[in-house]
Nanobody, 115 residues
Framework: QVQLVESGGGLVQTGGSLRLSCAAS????????MAWYRQAPGKQRELVAA???????NYVDSVKGRFTISRDNAKNTVYLQMNSLKPEDTAVYYC?????????WGQGTQVTVSS
């Protein structure tokens, strides 16, 4: 059974930091591309950051220079370090694992940035 379990969300003030974690089980983690998406109320889910199995990364323009995605294959975990948080970063953040036709989602973790 595949599970992606996010943690690390919460309430933080503008300018603060959070680190999200996503622990994967039931998959060969090292071959999966991993990503973080987010969905704010009334908006579509958007890709925030992604990391390939080889470690290449990409980010949505709005978080470049503030967020860092990383992975630890030994721990089957992907991270999202979020610095200089803004109210517009408020959303539910979802972990995603994808390889070929296989695509899995976590349950999401709420991030709220107060102004």
């Amino acid at each position: 059974q595949v599970q992606l379990v996010e943690s690390g969300g919460g309430l933080v003030q503008t300018g603060g930091s959070l680190r999200l974690s996503c622990a994967a089980s039931g998959i060969i983690f090292s071959i999966y591309a991993m990503a973080w998406y987010r969905q704010a109320p009334g908006k579509q889910r958007e890709l925030v950051a992604a990391i390939t199995e080889g470690g290449s990364t990409n980010y949505v323009d709005s978080v470049k220079g503030r967020f860092t995605i990383s992975r630890d294959n030994a721990k089957n975990t992907v991270y999202l370090q979020m610095n200089s948080l803004k109210p517009e970063d408020t959303a539910v953040y979802y972990c995603n694992a994808q390889v070929r036709v296989y695509n899995y989602w976590g349950q999401g973790t709420q991030v709220t940035v107060s102004s």
